[in-house]
């Protein structure tokens, strides 16, 4: 079983920057797919970035290309998302997801283990 904990949500003004945080219970096997998705309130899960274990790629949504990273650090079972130049309709709860094989996609579908979300509001 893998176990997912999401930090790093919180409130910021339009154009500003926070930092999400997802510490995965145990190490990834070589074909993990880790993901972050959203959630706005009336509105269907959507994918923001995914990164693989094996050789760390990185996939990102086309409203947040350019504004958010994704990255991983191994050695911390952790995966990051970076989020600039926030937006109001970037405000939603943020998922951390993982998928156990080589194929990955920002489909919400394809995800195993999801952790509690962390909220994240942006204001204008």
């Known amino acids: 079983q893998v176990q997912l904990v999401e930090s790093g949500g919180g409130s910021v003004q339009t154009g500003g920057s926070l930092k999400l945080s997802c510490v995965v219970s145990?190490?990834?096997?070589?074909?993990?797919?880790m993901g972050w998705f959203r959630q706005a309130p009336g509105k269907e899960r959507e994918g923001v970035a995914y990164?693989?274990?094996?050789?760390?790629?990185?996939v990102y949504a086309e409203s947040v290309k350019g504004r958010f990273t994704i990255s991983r650090d191994s050695a911390k079972n952790t995966v990051y998302l970076q989020m600039n130049s926030l937006k109001p309709e970037d405000t939603a709860i943020y998922y951390c997801?993982?998928?156990?094989?080589?194929?990955?996609?920002?489909?919400?579908?394809?995800?195993?283990?999801w952790g509690q979300g962390t909220q994240v509001t942006v204001s204008s």
């Open positions: 145990t190490s990834a096997s070589s074909n993990t797919c």
């Open positions: 990164i693989t274990s094996a050789h760390g790629v990185e």
């Open positions: 997801a993982a998928r156990i094989s080589p194929f990955c996609s920002l489909s919400v579908d394809i995800y195993n283990y």
